[in-house]
């Protein structure tokens, strides 16, 4: 979580909450689930009334049972701890195996409160608790709607039909969510159920729209920022795809047929998240464990089709570990819009770009879209002093250790054509 202006604040990570430092906070060791979780996740909710005062729901399966799980209530307080934070914790509830491991969140319409959605364990229901100023409600607002979600055993292996992907889109009324199988066995007859749902924002009542055919372990979705594109990872026996479905007509048939493939890889790719960006485009993070050290990016995923413009080595990672998990963050928050506007969007896409600046022994540089260009590095009398050949990352990591401290002029070449140049500062 940050602030508006961007400062970060403090980050939920498995078992604990970090400070700004990467200290565990005051009060924040966990673990926050009884009962030994696998993993947890949160969502955090800045109270309006109380500013620096933070909610996070915190939800997480139980060991060895990865489609079960409980839900607590943590307030963090930024005005303790010498502005460090100090984290308590407030309840807990859903008992252990009652809901499952995916959920969502989205703004209510009242202009200050929350929503927070999960699917419960052995039935059709989804559950919408609301999260205001004061308080969390542990009662729920119940939607019967949909598929049901629970263990199904058809023989050696054991499969489960788990959560996959729940994503809301920007503005908050309409949630897809899809099922998934495990184990990792691909088996034709048990195809992943995608559903679309309406959400209510000022009742929490969820209404199903409509159903798209599945292929398995969808895992993983999210809308483009105008709505109109829904973006679903899934795999079959010889593939994994990214595909793309206009969903702007709200026609199950329409939808159907507008199923486009942006992006074919090998049954070895770990695709792992797509996630919406404050840029207005929607990241895509891959495993580990088949050396994926980048990250893909739709770079205008308001565009139909092949327009959408993906580009899977968007962003190199080496020679920092792969990311494989991207920040459960709300799309938007009632005293902030993450998402830019389009002037902002066309800026970010067209210019040559730094950050952090000041910056110490290294540094990202963002470059202009579209074409293969590469960097010079001049010192304060215009000496190069670097010169950072051209590949196929659009967003790169650049170790700056054997330069001095002082102003440099960074500048992005395609051939004679200069694509623009950023003043950096380094500090030591």
């Not at 989205?106 to 364990?121: A, C, E, F, I």
């Not at 691909?186 to 209404?207: A, C, I, K, P, T």
């Not at 969007?345 to 910056?359: D, K, S, T, V």
Request: charged share 15%; with cysteine.
């Amino acid at each position: 979580m940050s602030d508006v202006a961007g400062n970060f604040l403090f980050a939920e990570t498995i078992n604990e909450i970090r400070d700004s430092s990467m200290a565990i906070m005051q009060g924040g060791q966990g673990p926050w689930l009884p009962g030994g979780q696998a993993w947890e996740m949160a969502h955090i909710f800045p109270r309006l009334t109380d500013p620096g005062v933070y909610d996070v729901v915190v939800s997480g399966s139980l060991s060895g049972n990865l489609s079960s799980g409980r839900i607590r209530h943590v307030v963090v307080d930024m005005a303790g701890n010498n502005g460090l934070g100090i984290a308590a914790l407030d309840t807990t509830w859903a008992p252990a195996d009652s809901v499952m491991p995916n959920f969502a969140s989205t703004v209510h319409s009242n202009g200050s409160d929350y929503w927070y959605v999960k699917h419960l364990r052995s039935s059709n229901q989804f559950k919408a608790w609301r999260v205001t100023p004061t308080s969390v409600d542990t009662v729920g607002v119940i939607s019967a709607v949909g598929v049901t979600m629970d263990h199904y055993f058809l023989g050696a292996p054991y499969y489960t039909m788990l959560g996959g992907a729940m994503v809301f889109n920007l503005a908050g009324d309409r949630l897809f969510m899809s099922t998934t199988v495990a184990p990792h066995v691909y088996n034709d007859s048990l195809l992943d159920v995608m559903e679309m749902f309406s959400f209510d924002q000022g009742s929490g009542v969820l209404q199903r729209l409509y159903g798209i055919a599945g292929r398995w372990r969808a895992v993983t979705a999210e809308f483009s920022p105008d709505g109109s594109k829904l973006y679903v990872v899934s795999r079959d026996t010889t593939a994994q795809y990214m595909e793309q479905f206009d969903i702007s007509s709200g026609d199950s048939t329409l939808v159907q047929t507008s199923r486009t493939i942006i992006h074919q890889a090998s049954q070895n790719s770990t695709t792992r998240q797509l996630r919406l960006g404050p840029d207005g485009r929607v990241y895509v993070s891959h495993g580990s464990a088949f050396g994926q050290n980048w990250m893909g990016c739709i770079t205008q995923p308001d565009q139909a089709g092949l327009g959408c413009a993906y580009i899977d080595s968007y962003i190199d990672l080496l020679p920092h570990f792969p990311i494989t998990q991207l920040p459960t963050m709300l799309k938007r928050y009632h005293d902030s819009e993450l998402i830019l506007d389009a002037p902002a969007r066309e800026y970010y896409a067209n210019h040559l770009q730094i950050w952090p600046n000041p910056a110490g022994t290294s540094a990202w540089v963002k470059l202009p879209e579209g074409v293969e260009s590469e960097l010079l590095i001049m010192d304060a009398v215009g000496r190069a002093v670097r010169v950072v050949k051209p590949n196929s990352f659009m967003l790169q990591w650049l170790d700056l250790q054997d330069l001095s401290a002082g102003t440099y002029l960074v500048s992005a070449w395609a051939g004679e054509q200069s694509l623009g140049t950023a003043r950096l500062v380094l500090e030591r």
